[in-house]
T-cell receptor, first 116, second 113 residues
Framework: DTAVSQTPKYLVTQMGNDKSIKCEQN?????MYWYKQDSKKFLKIMFS???????INETVPNRFSPKSPDKAHLNLHINSLELGDSAVYFC???????????????FGPGTRLTVT | DAKTTQPTSMDCAEGRAANLPCNHS???????VYWYRQIHSQGPQYIIH???NNETNEMASLIITEDRKSSTLILPHATLRDTAVYYC??????????????FGQGTELSVKP
C-alpha cells in the first residue's frame, strides 16, 4: 500500500493553462504539505494544512491554491501556468499531534510539472 | 530555526560505515535535529531525529554532541542503494507550527563498490 500518493506523476502543459495535482495519504495523519523542488534541487515548503485548515502559507503566488477536502487529501491547483512553475512538486504528511515527532514527514513520489 | 552546515559531498566504500557530519552551532534547547535523504528522482525519506540523546533505528544512528552544536548520522554498513543527498534539518518541536522543514543543500553521498 502506498502511504502518500500523487497524481499525475508527470504533467506537461502550456503556459496559461490551469492544472491540478492530487495527493492522498493513508497514514491517518492530520497534517499535509506541498513542497516545490526547482531545477537547482532546492526543496522548499509551500503550504501546510492541519485538519483541513491552512497553517503554513509561504510566499507563493496567488495562482497556487491548495484545497483540502478532508484530512487524507490535499490538492494543488495552479492557474495561469508560467514557465517558472516548472518543477517537481512533492506532497507530504505528518502527525502534528505528537510534537516530539512533528518534523517526521512522509513524502509522495513527486509530480514533475513541465510548462512549455 | 537554527541553520545547519554540511559538507557538499562525501564518498564511502560499500560495506563500510558512512559518517555524515552536520554543524548546528546556533541550535536552541528545544530544537530537534532531523535527518532526511533523497534518492535520485524520489521523494525525501525520513531517516531519524533526536533532541539530546543518541538515537538508533533500523536505518541509522544519530550521534549528537553533548553541547548539541553538531551531530553525525551513521549508516553502519553502506550499500549502493544508500547513494543519495542527505539533509540535516533543525526545527522547533512544540512551537513549530505544522512541522515546517527547511531543506539546505545537503550532502551528496556516493557509495562506491
Amino acid at each position: 500500500d502506498t502511504a502518500v500518493s500523487q497524481t499525475p506523476k508527470y504533467l506537461v502543459t502550456q503556459m496559461g493553462n490551469d492544472k491540478s495535482i492530487k495527493c492522498e495519504q493513508n497514514l491517518g495523519h492530520d497534517t499535509m504539505y506541498w513542497y516545490k523542488q526547482d531545477s537547482k534541487k532546492f526543496l522548499k515548503i509551500m503550504f501546510s494544512y492541519n485538519n483541513k485548515e491552512l497553517i503554513i502559507n509561504e510566499t507563493v503566488p496567488n495562482r497556487f491554491s491548495p484545497k483540502s477536502p478532508d484530512k487524507a487529501h490535499l490538492n494543488l491547483h495552479i492557474n495561469s501556468l508560467e514557465l517558472g512553475d516548472s518543477a517537481v512538486y512533492f506532497c507530504a504528511s505528518s502527525h502534528r499531534g505528537d510534537w516530539a515527532r512533528r518534523g517526521e514527514q512522509y513524502f509522495g513520489p513527486g509530480t514533475r510539472l513541465t510548462v512549455t | 530555526d537554527a541553520k545547519t552546515t554540511q559538507p557538499t559531498s562525501m564518498d564511502c566504500a560499500e560495506g563500510r560505515a558512512a559518517n555524515l557530519p552536520c554543524n548546528h552551532s546556533t541550535i536552541s534547547g528545544n530544537e530537534y535535529v532531523y535527518w532526511y535523504r533523497q534518492i535520485h528522482s524520489q521523494g525525501p525519506q525520513y531517516i531519524i531525529h533526536g533532541l539530546k540523546n543518541n538515537e538508533t533505528n533500523e536505518m541509522a544512528s544519530l550521534i549528537i554532541t553533548e553541547d548539541r552544536k553538531s551531530s553525525t548520522l551513521i549508516l553502519p554498513h553502506a550499500t549502493l542503494r544508500d547513494t543519495a543527498v542527505y539533509y540535516c534539518i533543525v526545527i522547533l518541536g512544540f512551537y513549530n507550527q505544522g512541522g515546517k522543514l527547511i531543506f539546505g543543500q545537503g550532502t551528496e553521498l556516493s557509495v562506491k563498490p
